[in-house]
Each structure stands twice: as C-alpha cells, then as structure tokens.
C-alpha cells in the first residue's frame, strides 16, 4: 500500500511562485511513474504533469508547459511542483497520483493524495 501526502499550497498573489511536495511512503517508490492533476470548483480533475519512474522524461498539461517544473527525489521518496508566473485560474485543489503498475509512464492512478489547496488571488 502506498499513501501520499502533499504540502506546500497555499495563498499566493498572481506571478508569484509556490512549490508543492508529494512524501510517498512504500518501498517501490521509484518503480512508479508519479503525477499531479488538479481540480477547480465546479470543474472535472484536470492532468498537471507526470514525471517517469526514473525522472528522465516529463509532461505537462498545455497550460502548464513553460511555467511549471515537476521533479522527483526517488531516495527521498518524493515528487516536487514547482509552479511559477501563476495565474489566477490556477487555482485548484492539486493532487499527488501514483502509477503503481510498474509502467514507464504514468498511464492509470492506483493511488492519490489527499489534496492540496493552491489559491492564486489576482
């Protein structure tokens, strides 16, 4: 069983900067593809960025692509958002999400945290 908890949101004003941090527990961490998704009121999970099990490749969701950095420490057990110019659309619960099939990249979620709330005041 893998469990995830992401820290780091919070306030903060537009073209400002903020870096959200997944702690994974379980010891196959660095056998799964890791992402992060985000969801707006009123408004359908939407896909951030994922990053490949050993950290060499990385995607990012169109309007993300420029503006935020996903990373990953697998002996610290951890994934990492940077997000820079931030917008006030921005705003969103962001998720950590875990591939747990062993595949490259992440292609279904077996495991998500439990949110954290990013509000980008304009």
């Known amino acids: 069983q893998v469990q995830l908890v992401e820290t780091g949101g919070g306030l903060v004003q537009a073209g400002g900067s903020l870096r959200l941090s997944c702690a994974a527990s379980?010891?196959?961490?660095?056998?799964?593809?890791m992402g992060w998704f985000r969801q707006a009121p009123g408004k359908e999970r939407e896909f951030v960025a994922s990053?490949?099990?050993?950290?060499?490749?990385?995607y990012y969701g169109d309007s993300m692509k420029g503006r935020y950095i996903i990373s990953r420490d697998n002996a610290k057990k951890m994934v990492y958002l940077q997000m820079n110019s931030l917008k006030p659309e921005d705003t969103a619960v962001y998720y950590c999400?875990?591939?747990?099939?062993?595949?490259?990249?992440?292609?279904?979620?077996?495991?998500w945290g439990q949110g954290t709330q990013v509000t980008v005041s304009s």
């Open positions: 990053i490949s099990s050993s950290g060499d490749r990385t």
């Open positions: 999400a875990g591939d747990g099939s062993y595949s490259d990249y992440l292609r279904r979620i077996d495991y």
């Open positions: 379980g010891r196959a961490f660095s056998n799964y593809a």
